[in-house]
């Protein structure tokens, strides 16, 4: 199974600032890697996919790059929704695994 | 417009036994694949289970296999999840996701609903 670490844990940032999130996993993915976000009360959104393709209707300040073991999502500049937890998910082999979470928080 | 609900959840005791339904619409149900994606309380996302739009390629996580079964009906646009001899580790929130594309990401996600597993 392929593990992935996200950190930090934790991120506490204020609006208008950058975001850079890490997603490691314990074997190569390739670019097989999506990030997605989840705000209270909300349907799970979709961010990336295939590490730095940016879904239907995601605004360009969130990019993803990276590739192999190490990939980073990073949000320009902070807008008040984006205040949420983010999960990386791989799907190079199965089971499909998520990382632990990355949680942004305000400052 | 996608839309995807499921239903199904509730409060069963150890041992026991439970089916989730997701209904889909507002996409041609027989041409993606789709999964379960369950979240324990206060904790992260973790796959459960995988079928294709088919219906004939089924993928299971370790610790749930040979408990829970998913299947699909393509004349109601619905999926299952039968899950058996539940124990507290299964209680969270079950989601059903639609792949955006052939062994893609998930573009499309429902609201979930509840499992407890407690006596």
């Known amino acids: 199974e392929i593990v992935l670490t996200q950190s930090p844990a934790t991120l506490s940032l204020s609006p208008g600032e950058r975001a850079t999130l890490s997603c490691r996993a314990s074997q190569s993915v390739g670019s097989s890697l999506a990030w997605y976000q989840q705000r209270p009360g909300q349907a799970l959104r979709l961010l990336i996919y295939?590490?730095?393709s940016r879904a239907t209707g995601i605004p360009p300040r969130f990019s993803g790059s990276g590739s192999g073991t190490d990939f980073t999502l990073t949000i320009s500049s902070l807008e008040p929704e984006d205040f949420a937890v983010y999960y990386c998910q791989q799907r190079s082999s199965w089971p499909l695994t998520f990382g632990g979470g990355t949680k942004v928080e305000i400052k | 417009e996608v839309q995807l609900l499921e239903s199904g959840g509730g409060l069963v005791q150890p041992g026991g036994s439970l089916r989730l339904s997701c209904e889909a619409s507002?996409?041609?149900?027989?041409?993606?694949?789709m999964s379960w994606v369950r979240q324990a309380p206060g904790k992260g996302l973790e796959w459960v289970s995988e079928?294709?739009?088919?219906?004939?390629?089924?993928h299971y996580t370790d610790t749930v296999k040979g408990r829970f079964t998913i299947s699909k009906d393509n004349s109601r646009n619905t999926i299952y999840l039968q899950m058996n001899s539940l124990g507290p580790e299964d209680t969270g929130i079950y989601y059903c996701?639609?792949?955006?594309?052939?062994?893609?990401?998930?573009?499309?996600w429902g609201q979930g609903t509840l499992v407890t597993v407690s006596s």
């Open positions: 295939d590490a730095s």
């Open positions: 507002g996409f041609t149900f027989t041409d993606y694949a």
């Open positions: 079928i294709s739009g088919s219906g004939n390629s089924l």
């Open positions: 996701a639609k792949e955006r594309a052939y062994n893609s990401f998930f573009d499309f």
